[in-house]
């Protein structure tokens, strides 16, 4: 069910197989391959469950989202066939190497919720997919981060890495063009992750990082002080609430990628008129 390249934990193995029982759906892994010359994504021959792996392959709005990320967990569905599909970007592979386990059990945590009948936004292939994708990272990284740490699985070592990698990367960038609605989107949910993952102290960066993203993007302090405000009032292991805040966080990721914001409306002001009181 794996294929060559990936190894399984034990602490993995066992997750996969609760996952699998609980939902009756299986769970296939594979690692994607990026040829950077012609930066095209593929899988290896002997992938398990090849065909539905690059049916998502051929989709550019899919493309687009994952050639940000490390690995991404899709639940397909189609006539006859049902599974969760976990995908590692390979283009990605120097600064994921050594922490396979880490990756891995992020998206099988999503899995697992999906398995836990947990509520979850309906993924739709358009250029603002994004939208979905992060709704459902915020309220769902919060049950994550708490089944890893019940099972002794490391994800904060990763996790604290990567963070430091956008930090380096956000200093040295400028701010994002005007249409970059998707990459503002992003930025929220990972500020909102710090916020409501992190205590005081843990990340040493953390106030460099929240510093430079003030500085490139004003813009998204109010969308993220609101929802993170909201989701440290509300439950995400209630389903109710869990539900609640997929409609709220839904909502406001909308508005900024929509420039419907107040600060997205002054930030469009100041960038036309820079001396603009």
């Known amino acids: 069910m794996i294929a060559s390249a990936i190894v399984l934990t034990a602490a993995l193995m066992s997750w996969k197989a609760e996952i699998e029982s609980k939902s009756g759906t299986p769970v ?8 950077e010359a012609a930066n095209t994504y ?31 967990m899709i639940h397909h569905k189609d006539a006859g066939n049902n599974s969760f ?12 190497t050594g922490h396979e386990e880490a990756l891995l059990a992020h998206e099988f945590g999503h899995a697992w919720i999906k398995a836990q009948g947990y509520p979850t936004p309906i993924f739709i292939n358009n250029r603002w997919a994004c939208i979905g994708i992060h709704t459902a990272d915020i309220a769902q990284h919060v049950l994550i981060r708490a089944e890893l740490e019940r099972r002794g699985i ?8 990567s963070l430091d990698e956008a930090s380096d990367h956000l200093e040295k960038a400028g701010p994002p063009p005007e249409g970059e609605r998707c990459l503002r989107v992003q930025m929220v949910a990972q500020l909102v992750d710090i916020a409501l993952g992190l205590k005081p102290g843990e990340w040493a960066g953390r106030e460099a990082f929240e510093q430079r993203v003030r500085k490139v993007m004003p813009e998204l302090e109010g969308t993220t002080t609101d929802i993170v405000g909201y989701m440290r009032k509300h439950d995400m292991v209630n389903r109710d609430e869990h539900r609640e805040a997929l409609k709220y966080v839904f909502e406001k990721l909308k508005d900024l990628a929509y420039g419907r ?10 960038k036309k008129y820079p001396h603009a009181t």
């Open 85 to 96: 599909l976990v995908m590692l970007n390979g283009a990605k592979r120097k600064e994921w």
């Open 42 to 72: 593929q899988l290896a021959a002997d992938t398990p469950n090849r065909g539905q792996f690059a049916s998502y392959l051929k989709q550019e709005g899919f493309l687009t989202q994952f050639s940000h990320m490390y690995s991404v």
């Open 154 to 161: 490391d994800a904060r070592t990763f996790w604290l890495k």
């Open 261 to 270: 914001t107040k600060d997205y409306q002054v930030y469009v002001t100041l």
């Open 28 to 35: 296939f892994v594979a690692v994607v391959e990026h040829d």
